[in-house]
């Protein structure tokens, strides 16, 4: 009896995670790209210019430099135009693309009066501007300031040609290592202006994608003394090759490539490469996953807690009874909100 309530209630959870997936008939299959002119400006590409190799060999040359050098992969140039107007913070991002709008750095204050403690909130993929107000809201109210920043080509940073974030996470092999290298600087740079604010205790908390680059970024830097990740991976490649919501990437990389070529092509921004540098910034971390996600997969997310303990990292784990998407309904997010503050109220 117990089994079969089991089964039909993750039937009905995954259901419901199909229904709120392709809600959305706006998804694009784009063409396969390298994109190696996203490389140029990148320092490993700069350690080993193009020189004959194929496009694939040299990616994967260009991951295994970064690897070894990520600290100069993922550093950059502190921001001399921090502006704050009407509790929104803009600044341009040390990291230039083509696209004007993405350039610009946006990110919404929720300010604690008279506290020393904040957190960078990193939303999800496709998240529109609002998404995660009512958590950085919830956490001001508890004595955290929060900062919650747009992703790279999302909502304020969108290009006009798009109606969905796409070049974050796409078909385009090196564009999308650029959307994470910006994300992963861009949320370095919020630290620097908490930083300069007096901020002594800082924390980060990333949902989804968000949670992929908050792993990048506390990788590299020492400030951040507590994480949040709301859903985690290893790979980025598993999450977009095995994912329902990124059906639509898969189709336009799969003809040209194979997994296994993928997770080389991802690597340097995969958070699993960088479990040995987490280790060491001696951070405590709240890991949630879903026990039905049907986008990151529950295997995916066991993966990286095995190895956090292996890697003796300090960590606390919940894992919630629901899916990817439903983890945005009621009653999951309000029970996924009382354990991301409670945590960051009990440990930052």
Known sequence: ?????????????????????????????????????????????????????????????????????????????????????????RFHSPVHTPYPENNVVHAQWFPAPGSKK???????????????????????????????????YHDYRMPQELQRADYAVSSNVCRTIDAARQAVIDVRCCFDWLEMQGFERLGIVGTSLGSAYACLASAHDSRIAVNVFNHCSTYVADVVWTGISTQHVRQGLEE??????????????????????????????????????????PSLSRDIVARLREHRIDHKVVVMPCGHYTLGETPFKFIDGYHICSFLKRTL
């Not at 950085?136 to 919650?148: E, F, H, K, M, P």
């Open 1 to 89: 009896m117990v089994r079969a309530t089991t089964r039909m209630y993750e039937r009905w959870i995954r259901s419901r995670e199909e229904h709120l997936c392709f809600r959305a008939t706006n998804r694009v299959v784009r063409r396969f790209e390298w994109g190696l002119e996203w490389a140029h400006n990148w320092p490993c590409a700069r350690r080993h210019p193009k020189n004959g190799d194929s496009p694939a060999d040299y990616v994967t040359q260009l991951n295994q430099i970064a690897l070894r050098h990520s600290d100069e992969f993922f550093g950059y140039e502190r921001p001399h135009d921090f502006s704050l107007q009407h509790r929104v913070l």
């Open 118 to 152: 904040a957190v960078v909130v990193l939303p999800h993929w496709n998240a529109p501007a609002n998404a995660h107000n009512a958590l950085c809201q919830g956490l001001s109210r508890l004595g955290i300031s929060a900062l919650r920043i747009s992703l790279p």
């Open 256 to 297: 040209q490539i194979d997994l296994d070529r993928l997770r080389q092509a991802w690597l340097a921004i995969s958070p699993v490469s960088y479990l040995e540098k987490f280790a060491a910034q001696q951070q405590k971390s709240l890991f949630i996953y879903a026990a039905y996600d049907t986008t990151f997969l």
